[in-house]
């Protein structure tokens, strides 16, 4: 039998559950699977390496069947802007890692987001906002600067959607677009550093079936409800990763 990164029977259907959670958030919402899954599961496996890569290798087939089933959405004109501050922030914000205490930008971080989360919440539900294409390079940028301070590039890419998306399809399709061409980066390198091992392969594998299960429930979902719904627990979700990173940085190390 493969060897696999879960030690007991145990593990693996708790795995499962959390991944069942995630992928329903993130099929849904199009953002969301890290702050379920990755959050519970780094207190059942002690190397987070496990849990990291485990979760990139989940996230293909949800981010691939979503993509598709969004492609008369997508619009590659600003993911383009948005893929060049990408580039240019994730190297900058690995240097500022190895050179600064992240906490204090995290917790900046934390309360911008519930701060626009209560916006969000505020402003009416009809319309959309569409920014400048010159604004879509550095949105980018603090995206890519967050994704390598942290690992955590998504907020400024929400906020950007939130606003710009004509629908909710739009929404999730176009940020899974970018989650997904990311994931294409982030695959080599990880396999070049030796992080894709086989036994988290193998792990992927038997844990399909919750991502299949999680992934339909979460497009059904996503059918059902209704644009100004959707917008609210967007909204809602912002606030709260945001009360998440304040809770988890401003406690005493």
Known sequence: MPETIFSTLMEFLITCGVLVVAQLVYVLFGFGSGLIAVGSLALLFPEIQDVVVLLLLANLPAELMVVWKSRSEIKWRPIAGLGVGIGLGIPAGAWILTTSDPRF???????????????????????????????????????????????????????????SADSKAAFRGNLMTIFLLMAFVRIPSYAA????????????????????????????LHLSVSESRFRLFVSVLLASLGAMLLVRNLMPA
């Open 105 to 163: 930008v995290l917790t900046i971080l934390g309360g911008f987001l519930v701060l626009v989360g209560i916006v969000f919440l505020r402003l009416p539900t009809g319309g959309r906002l569409h920014p400048p294409a010159w604004v879509a390079a550095p949105t980018g940028l603090v995206s890519g600067l967050l994704t390598g301070l942290f690992g955590t590039g998504g907020p400024p890419l929400i906020i950007w959607y939130h606003l």
């Open 193 to 220: 550093a030796g992080l894709i091992t086989a036994p988290r392969m193998w792990s992927t594998v038997a844990v399909l079936p919750a991502l299949f299960l999680g992934a339909w429930f979460g497009n059904r």
